[in-house]
C-alpha cells in the first residue's frame, strides 16, 4: 500500500530540492562582497526619504479586493463558455442569475463611491 504513495513523495521531494537547490548554489558560488551601494534600498534611483511602513490610504486596499473579486467572478464565466451546449438551459440561467448577481454588487460599489478617486 505504501508503494502507491512513493510517486507522490518522489514529487515532492523533487519540488523541494527544485526549490532549495539554486538557495544554496547561489551561496556556494557567489561572491560575498557586502558594501554600502548593495546593502541600501533601491528606490527609483534616489535616497528614501520615507518609512517604508507608512500607512496608505484605505482606497488602495479596496480598489484591490475589488478587482480581485470581479476578476476572480469574471474567471468562472471561461470554462462555462465551453462547456455551454454540454449543461444546456439550466447552466445557461444559472450563470446568468450568477451575472446579475455580480452586476448588482457592481451597482453598489459604483453608487457607494468605491470606485471613485478625489
Not at 520615507?50 to 470581479?70: C, G, H, P, S, T
Not at 467572478?73 to 455551454?84: D, M, N, Q, T
Request: charge should be negative.
Amino acid at each position: 500500500m505504501l508503494e502507491n504513495y512513493f510517486p507522490v513523495l518522489l514529487f515532492i521531494f523533487i519540488g523541494i530540492a527544485m526549490g532549495v537547490a539554486p538557495v544554496v548554489l547561489g551561496k556556494l558560488v557567489s561572491p560575498h562582497r557586502p558594501n554600502s551601494k548593495k546593502n541600501s534600498p533601491y528606490e527609483c534611483g534616489f535616497e528614501a526619504f520615507e518609512d517604508a511602513r507608512m500607512k496608505f490610504d484605505v482606497r488602495y486596499y479596496l480598489v484591490a479586493i475589488l478587482f480581485i473579486l470581479f476578476d476572480l467572478e469574471i474567471a468562472f464565466l471561461f470554462p462555462w463558455a465551453i462547456v455551454l451546449k454540454e449543461i444546456g438551459t439550466f447552466g445557461f440561467v444559472s450563470m446568468m442569475i450568477f451575472l446579475a448577481i455580480l452586476v448588482v454588487g457592481f451597482i453598489y460599489e459604483w453608487m457607494k463611491g468605491a470606485l471613485e478617486w478625489e
